[in-house]
């Protein structure tokens, strides 16, 4: 019997515990305040806890205008952490930065914008690619297997960012497949359509599961 409500006391607690959890977190909206700064890693977005402009050491006034770019330039950002600390990070290694209620991402070394924010976000950026053509001035007399030349391009692609643990995926139907699984009515759904219709409806899906699936930031 001591044990039946050593349990049920402890069920108790762990309810009240989620609650005050919850009670600390507000549904997101357009109209949320972010705190104005950089992130370390992706837990201090999510906990809307950045280290402050106010706490960086920097010679760029705060009111230029231009303050994060320049900032990001550095090799190195010092800042001053909650214990008074001075301590420095290089901007490759942020996890991202909010500016003026807008958030950007870091993706191999360069920031992006969200332009949106759900469970799961959309973001473009531009990646470096591999490309491999025949080589013009041997092609025709090789019959087009002669020699080729390899070059680096640049190309803009639409990547994921998993709110759930901040994870990025590059933008395609088996990705939503991956990431919309957990809401079993909107995963079966989109099921239901072949792979070529699910491919033309995947940003609609993605919609309706961030609408159906909320995302909650800490109370201002």
Do not use: C
């Not at 992130?39 to 806890?49: G, R, V």
């Not at 909010?98 to 993706?107: A, F, G, L, R, V």
């Amino acid at each position: 019997m001591k044990q039946i409500f050593k349990i049920l006391f402890l069920l108790i607690i762990s309810t009240f515990t989620i609650f005050g959890q919850d009670n600390n977190l507000v549904k997101y909206t357009p109209e949320y305040q972010f705190k104005e700064g950089i992130y370390i890693d992706f837990e201090s977005f999510k906990n809307n806890n950045p280290i402050t402009i106010s706490t960086i050491v920097t010679n760029i006034p705060l009111s230029d205008i231009d303050f994060f770019n320049k900032l990001l330039k550095k090799e190195k950002i010092s800042f001053y952490d909650t214990n008074g600390i001075r301590q420095s990070v290089e901007p490759k290694h942020l996890w991202g930065y909010s500016k003026h209620n807008t958030i950007y991402i870091n993706y191999n070394g360069n920031f992006y914008r969200l332009p949106t924010i759900g469970k799961i976000s959309q973001f473009i950026a531009s990646v470096t690619v591999i490309r491999t053509e025949p080589d013009m001035m041997y092609g025709s007399y090789y019959g087009g297997v002669g020699p080729t030349t390899t070059y680096e391009d640049k190309e803009t692609k639409q990547f994921l960012l998993n709110l759930e643990d901040g994870t990025v995926y590059e933008n395609n139907y088996k990705n939503v497949e991956k990431l919309i699984v957990s809401d079993k009515k909107t995963y079966d759904e989109y099921m239901a359509f072949k792979k070529r219709k699910r491919k033309q409806l995947s940003y609609m899906y993605i919609r309706k599961f961030n609408d159906a699936n909320p995302v909650y930031f800490p109370k201002e």
